[in-house]
C-alpha cells in the first residue's frame, strides 16, 4: 500500500459536566487527511487546502505532520510520509478541528506501515498534537475521534480511557455561529479556583451522566448536562446563549451544552427528527439576530476515524 486517505470525525468535548474528562464523537463535520509513502526519509506537507493560508507550512509546527513525526520516531521507522491535508471543519469552532488532523494523520500512517500500534496506543501521539495546537495535552476531542463512541478520561497520570455505551436512536443536534473562539483563549477565562459546593455538583452531574448511559435513561442523561464550573464563564462569549438553551428545550432537546471551547453549542436528542427539529430553530433564532450559523444533526458515531 503507497497512499491512504483517512476521514477524521468532528467530537464534542466536555460534553457538558465533564471539562476535559468526556467526549463523543459525531459522523460530521471532519476533515480528510492523504498520507503516501515516499523514498525520501522525509515527513513532508504537500497540500493543505481549505485553511485559507492560517496553517503553518512548517511539518514541525503543524499538527497533522508533527504528530506523525514523532510517532515515525517512537517505532524507529526512517519511512518517508507525504501528508495532504484537507480541512473541513472551521478553524476555532469547538468542533475538535486539531484532533481531527492530529489523529487522521496517524491513521493514516499507522495503516501504511501495518498497524504497529493499537488505537488507544496512538491516543498519546495525538494529545501532543493538542498541546501543539492549544498548549494543553487534552484527551476529550482525540479519543473519541481515535475509537468513536462516547468516551470517558478517568485518568491522565496514568492515561486511562474507558468507552461508554452510547444508548439507541440518542442523537446529537450542532449548530456553529460562524464566530471564532481559540481554544487557547477560551481556557484562559475559566476560573483556576472552585468552590466546594460546585464541585461537588459537577461530580454528581459527571456520575450521573455515566449512570444515564448505561441505564438507558434518557431523562437522567438530560439533567445530568449541567455544567457549573465552565459554561457560566464561556458561555458569555457565545451571542443568546440562554436563549438557545430554552429554545432547545421546547423542541425536545434532553440537554444542551456547549461543544469544546464553543461557540458551538450542542443539544442531545432521542432521535433524529427531534435533532433536527432542534438544529433547525437554533439556526432561525441566531439569523433572527443577525448571526449566521451552519448546523449537523448525527447519531454518535461509533466508529471514529475511517479508511477511505
Not at 484562559?188 to 456520575?207: E, F, K, L, S, Y
Not at 455515566?210 to 462569549?237: A, F, N, Q, T
Request: glycine share 12%.
Amino acid at each position: 500500500m503507497k497512499s491512504v486517505r483517512v476521514f477524521a470525525p468532528a467530537t464534542v468535548a466536555n460534553v457538558g459536566c465533564g471539562y476535559d474528562v468526556l467526549g463523543l464523537a459525531v459522523y460530521r463535520p471532519g476533515d480528510e487527511i492523504l498520507a503516501r509513502l515516499t523514498g525520501n526519509g522525509k515527513v513532508s506537507l504537500d497540500l493543505v487546502e481549505g485553511d485559507e493560508g492560517r496553517l503553518p507550512a512548517d511539518p514541525e509546527k503543524n499538527t497533522v505532520s508533527s504528530v506523525v513525526i514523532r510517532y515515525l520516531e517512537f517505532i524507529g521507522s526512517k519511512q518517508g510520509v507525504g501528508i495532504s491535508l484537507y480541512k473541513k471543519m472551521p478553524f476555532g469552532s469547538g468542533l475538535g478541528s486539531s484532533a481531527a488532523s492530529a489523529v487522521g494523520g496517524l491513521v493514516a500512517v499507522n495503516e501504511l506501515l501495518g498497524n504497529p500500534l493499537s488505537r488507544r496506543e496512538l491516543l498519546p501521539f495525538a494529545m501532543e498534537g493538542e498541546r501543539l495546537a492549544c498548549g494543553n495535552a487534552h484527551a476529550d476531542n482525540v479519543a473519541p475521534a481515535l475509537l468513536g463512541g462516547f468516551v470517558l478520561i478517568r485518568s491522565y497520570d496514568p492515561l486511562d480511557v474507558i468507552s461508554l455505551p452510547v444508548p439507541d436512536g440518542l442523537c446529537c443536534a450542532l449548530v456553529y455561529p460562524h464566530i471564532e473562539i481559540p481554544t487557547m483563549a477560551a481556557r484562559q477565562i475559566i476560573r483556576q479556583n472552585i468552590p466546594m459546593t460546585d464541585a461537588i455538583r459537577q461530580w454528581g452531574n459527571v456520575g450521573a451522566l455515566v449512570s444515564g448511559l448505561y441505564s438507558g435513561d434518557p431523562e437522567l442523561i438530560g439533567r445530568s448536562l449541567e455544567d457549573v464550573i465552565v459554561e457560566p464563564v464561556r458561555k458569555m462569549l457565545i451571542p443568546g446563549f440562554d436563549r438557545l438553551r430554552d429554545i432547545a428545550s421546547v423542541n425536545g432537546a434532553l440537554g444542551f451544552g456547549i461543544s469544546g471551547s464553543g461557540p458551538t453549542v450542542f443539544a442531545l436528542c432521542g432521535n433524529k427528527n427531534t435533532a433536527g427539529a432542534v438544529a433547525d430553530a437554533l439556526v432561525d433564532e441566531l439569523a433572527g439576530n443577525k448571526v449566521d450559523a451552519t448546523s449537523w444533526v448525527s447519531e454518535i458515531n461509533g466508529r471514529g476515524a475511517v479508511l477511505l
